[in-house]
């Protein structure tokens, strides 16, 4: 596992490129042009034919890509899927935590300049949730349970919110990668997420990034909003 994970301050924000088609995708990253340099495709986009074209141009465009796929299935199909995105470009890729061999079977597929992130709990996920689906730790526990899962499987890092990071860095230190979404600067409503974090107070917890989606997509001017973020990351740091 690779311990130094720390980014430098302007790939600290990754930008959820979480809109219908490629071509909006693309159109946002041109207007948004030098605030930021990291980006996430998601679920939204590789519903489409173009995702990995998407992923190609982004890093033709000399940008990192965060694969947001949130894998989950057996180990063998896990572990060929990480296979297949060694070498694509990519920066990240999510996996759900679960079966402990199915982390496993992960981390021994990655190749390239790949990192594994283990989605420790949803950030639009309460205890009233968990409850629901028979679990009765906290939203708390629940996420030190699977970034223990994550690291024991060589994992690099955990998706989490920012009121876990403390813990977690009292626990692993440096050790690993933290990657927050769920993140709402001053003022912009939280919608359907439950645990969230403004940029600057969850760099200052500990995260090595940050998604930041809605606040700089549905600006007025994406560039200015995604700068204004940028600021408040190197005012924390």
Not at 80 to 104: C, D, F, K, P, Y
Not at 218 to 235: R, T
Request: charged fraction near 20%.
């Amino acid at each position: 596992m690779t311990t130094n994970n720390n980014p430098p301050n302007h790939d600290a924000l990754i930008v959820a490129l979480d809109v219908p088609t490629a071509k909006e995708a693309k159109a946002l990253v041109e207007q948004i042009g030098d605030a930021a340099s990291f980006y996430k495709i998601g679920l939204e986009l590789a519903m489409t034919p173009d995702y990995f074209a998407l992923l190609d141009w982004l890093v033709a465009q000399d940008k990192r890509v965060f694969c947001d796929i949130k894998l989950h299935d057996i180990p063998a199909t896990v572990g060929r899927a990480v296979a297949r995105l060694g070498n694509s470009g990519a920066s990240l890729l999510t996996i759900h935590a679960g079966q402990a061999a199915m982390l496993e079977a992960a981390a021994k597929a990655r190749a390239g300049d790949l990192r594994l992130l283990v989605v420790t709990l949803l950030t639009s996920i309460n205890q009233q949730d968990l409850m629901d689906m028979g679990v009765a730790r906290t939203p708390l526990d629940q996420v030190i349970a699977n970034a223990e899962m994550a690291e024991t499987a060589g994992i690099d890092g955990v998706v989490c919110s920012g009121h876990e990071l403390p813990m977690l860095r009292e626990e692993y230190g440096d050790e690993l990668l933290t990657v927050v979404p769920g993140i709402r600067p001053a003022g912009v409503d939280a919608g359907d997420q439950q645990r969230v974090m403004t940029p600057g107070q969850a760099i200052a917890a500990g995260a090595n990034h940050i998604v930041v989606g809605r606040a700089i997509r549905d600006a007025p001017d994406p560039a200015a909003a995604a700068a204004a973020i940028q600021d408040e990351i190197a005012a924390a740091i």
